[in-house]
Nanobody, 125 residues
């Protein structure tokens, strides 16, 4: 199995940028579809970004973050990143990194097998 540890969260002002990192250990991330999710207080965990496990690095995003967030991975460092630009107050949440063994999770959190502990992102307006 794979262990995931997120970092890079913090408190920023609206319009700022942050880059989250997800360091994996135990197995290489190339075996998994990697994703980012977030959960705000009182809300369900929602899909933020996903990158395929094959060499195509196919990415998908929900409309709420498309054009502002970018997921990437660095196989040599066994790390996944989430670059977040033009942050808004509604982006405030705990952000989780996740790994899915299935080939096409399509952003479905129930298809993800491994989760990190989360990192808090707070955007002040």
């Amino acid at each position: 199995q794979v262990q995931l540890v997120e970092s890079g969260g913090g408190l920023v002002q609206s319009g700022a940028s942050l880059r989250l990192s997800c360091a994996a250990s135990g197995r290489t991330i190339s075996r998994y579809v990697m994703g980012w999710f977030r959960q705000a207080p009182g809300k369900e965990r929602e899909f933020v970004a996903e990158i395929s496990r094959d060499g195509s690095n196919r990415r998908s995003y929900p409309d709420s973050v498309k054009g502002r967030f970018t997921i990437s991975r660095e196989i040599a460092k066994n790390t996944v990143y989430l670059q977040m630009n033009s942050l808004k107050a509604e982006d405030t949440a705990v952000y989780y990194c996740a790994a899915a063994a299935t080939a096409i999770p399509l952003g479905d959190r129930y298809q993800y097998d491994y989760w990190g502990q989360g990192t808090q992102v707070t955007v002040s307006s």
